[in-house]
């Protein structure tokens, strides 16, 4: 049962456009989400997260946004470089649990240069 | 602040043997947690450790097991390796439970 989802194992995005990955879950107990990007042979590198407190949270060129009835966060780049093309994953957790990493299986962004 | 430290990065074992692998937590941080990814897998969470206490398991079985020393350093251990036991062991850290996790650069374990 896969709690986490990332419906799309690929995407390509020409520089300087937007890059929007996403991500649906199903357990309605997960109150926290992040999102990793992943490099060959690298482990995964902590990128941003969001409370299901908030919808928003912004950093830089990242911003990720979170839409809680529909169970769906996004992670959008903007804009997007060809440094950005890695594998993202996206996680969820439930702090009033198990505090339990869920991820998903990876979206690969390719930025076109 | 150096980050999280794996050692070895590649090791490769005949199948029935057994492995450990180690994790150096960031500095200050006290919950290490183990993930395995395979491809078209994602991560998958082994079990996380804080303050030398095993707090969660994911869905592995009894021969996948690891401690936590009082230095926060933390080992696992899998024992009669499977050939389907081939694959990147992740290891994070962080500076409490739930909060975000840090990677380390994995161990590519190859079983043959």
């Known amino acids: 049962d896969q709690q986490v989802k990332q419906n799309s194992p690929s995407l390509s995005v020409q520089e300087g456009r937007i890059s929007i990955l996403n991500c649906d879950y199903t357990?309605?107990?997960?109150?926290?989400f992040l999102w990793y990007k992943k490099y060959p042979a690298e482990g995964p590198t902590f990128l941003i997260s969001?409370?299901?407190?908030?919808d928003k949270n912004e950093d830089g060129r990242f911003t990720v946004f979170l839409n809680k009835s529909a169970k769906h966060l996004s992670l959008h780049i903007v804009p997007s470089q060809p440094g950005d093309s890695a594998v993202y994953f996206c996680?969820?957790?439930?702090?009033?649990?198990?505090?339990?990493?869920?991820f998903g299986t990876g979206t690969r962004l390719k930025v076109l240069a | 602040k150096a980050g999280v430290t794996q050692t070895p990065r590649y090791l490769i074992k005949t199948r029935g043997q057994q492995v450990t692998l180690s994790c150096s937590p960031i500095?200050?941080?006290?919950?290490v947690s183990w993930y395995q990814q395979t491809p078209g897998q994602g991560l998958q969470f082994l079990f996380e450790?804080?303050?030398?206490?095993?707090?969660n398991k994911g869905n592995f079985p009894g021969r996948f097991s690891g401690r936590q020393f009082s230095n926060s350093r933390s080992e696992m251990n899998v024992s009669t390796l499977e050939l389907g036991d081939s694959a990147l062991y992740l290891c994070?850290?962080?500076?409490?439970?739930?909060?975000?996790?840090?990677f380390g650069q994995g161990t590519r374990l190859t079983v043959v």
């Open positions: 994070a850290s962080s500076q409490g439970l739930g909060l975000a996790a840090f």
């Open positions: 357990n309605s107990m997960f109150d926290y």
């Open positions: 969001i409370s299901s407190i908030k």
């Open positions: 996680a969820a957790l439930t702090t009033s649990g198990t505090y339990k990493y869920i």
């Open positions: 500095s200050g941080h006290r919950s």
């Open positions: 450790y804080f303050s030398e206490t095993q707090r």
